[in-house]
């Protein structure tokens, strides 16, 4: 059974960056079906897609934060990584992480919160 | 980019059938057959209940069914049950100057 699991501050002040980790377990993250995605949802509001990530270093960003966001990925470590820089207090949100095949987010992470405030 | 338009609520008795449509353009919706649909509980990640417009994932109950037509998807739940009542959010496959994915604003469902 996939599981993916999300880490990084709760708490991040504006202007900085805010930095997550998603670690892959019960399933290989070089899969070469499957893309790694973030997905985030702003308290009382909808979902976001923001990016993915293939295990060669392939991405795809949403076009409305492509400027400001970077998705890594270390097989190594069988996790990847999302930076967004520049947040301010719209970036507030909880953050999934999640495998993705044709467009499609299969299995997701539990979600973490991220709050930006000084 | 902006996302799907989705009926902000829906709702329907228990045993009655309830639909929500999902409206993109031919750059999503209606030029790829990659729509999704999530069922949200409250203070819970998202669970996947339609891919490829009208898949279902194993152990998705067969009252779970999706179509498209055009532009506009839509999720049909038969026969509603009280464990049905949640946040149903869409989502595409899109693509501009580059691919993505774009989510619809969800449609709050009400068994009453």
Request: hydrophobic share 30%.
């Amino acid at each position: 059974q996939l599981q993916l699991q999300e880490s990084g501050p709760g708490l991040v002040e504006p202007s900085e960056t805010l930095s997550l980790t998603c670690s892959v377990s019960g399933g290989s993250i070089s899969s070469t079906d499957s893309y790694w995605a973030w997905i985030r949802q702003p308290p009382g509001k909808g979902l976001q897609w923001i990016g993915s990530i293939h295990f060669t270093g392939k991405t795809f960003y949403s076009p409305s934060l492509r400027s400001r966001v970077t998705i890594s990925i270390d097989t190594s470590k069988s996790q990847f990584s999302l930076k967004v820089n520049s947040v301010t207090a719209t970036d507030t949100a909880v953050y999934y992480c999640a495998r993705e095949r044709t467009s499609t987010s299969f299995d997701w992470g539990q979600g973490t919160l991220v709050t930006v405030s000084s | 980019q902006s996302a799907l338009t989705q009926p902000p609520s829906a709702s329907g008795s228990p045993g009655q059938s309830v639909t929500i449509s999902c409206t993109g353009t031919s750059s999503d919706v209606g030029g790829y057959n990659f729509v999704s649909w999530y069922q949200q509980h409250p203070g819970k990640a998202p669970k996947l209940i339609i891919f490829e417009v009208n898949k279902r994932p194993s152990g998705v109950p067969d009252r779970f069914s999706g179509s498209k037509s055009g532009n506009t998807a839509s999720l049909t739940v038969s026969g509603l049950q009280a464990e049905d009542e949640a946040d149903y959010y869409c989502s595409s496959h899109a693509v501009t100057n580059n691919a993505y994915v774009v989510f619809g604003a969800g449609t709050k469902l009400t068994v009453l």
